[in-house]
């Protein structure tokens, strides 16, 4: 499965889907893959300079062996980064690759790229549906879903439901028919 070619075709349905939540660009750059040189460092480089002002980006990340990953950066208006968070799906693998936190510090000091906790799974061949569930979620958490609290005005943002917000996700994302053999891993690596 193709990550990128997954995003980029959800991404701007959800935005249809969503057009008075809809404030900030979301761009989804082209996946990168852990083996091509220098290819990380470019689509950081790609996210930093070629876009301004509020904007959402996501990176595919590819750390091969099929375990897909995933980079949401979230701009502020003046391009400093408000939230920057790495998706790792696969059950034992709770940390950042060291090159990854190497090339993003680089690129952009003094921020951190924090390790943010998701659904995960043990089978890192279905690592791609989870890492497009996971950007998904993210995405709408932060641009789509808001309420107002009773005893404020404030807008704040709540955590999403997949189950409840999109039922059909995981149909929507499957187009080998695989969706039993990947409802089962999850419920069994929970």
């Not at 208006?77 to 090339?103: K, M």
Request: glycine share 4%; proline share 5%; hydrophobic share 30%.
């Amino acid at each position: 499965m193709d990550v990128y070619q997954v995003l980029s075709y959800r991404i701007p349905k959800l935005i249809q889907d969503n057009p008075e939540h809809s404030s900030k660009p979301i761009y989804v750059l082209t996946t990168v893959n852990y083996h091509v040189n220098d290819q990380l460092e470019q689509r950081l480089q790609q996210a930093n300079n070629d876009y301004h002002g509020e904007r959402l980006v996501l990176i595919p990340y590819n750390l091969g062996n099929s375990h897909s990953t995933g980079i949401f950066i979230k701009f502020k208006a003046d391009d400093h980064i408000e939230r920057a968070e790495f998706i790792n799906p696969v059950n034992e693998s709770s940390y950042i690759p060291d090159e990854l936190q190497q090339y993003f510090n680089e690129i952009f000091p003094g921020v951190h790229l924090q390790l943010r906790t998701c659904e995960h799974i043990g089978d890192r061949n279905l690592s791609a549906v989870l890492t497009i569930k996971n950007l998904l979620a993210i995405v709408e958490e932060s641009e789509f879903t808001t309420y107002e609290s009773s005893s404020t005005n404030n807008v704040q943002t709540q955590p999403i439901d997949w189950q409840h917000k999109d039922p059909n996700i995981d149909t929507s994302l499957f187009s080998e028919g695989n969706h039993s053999k990947f409802s089962d891993s999850v419920q069994k690596s929970k």
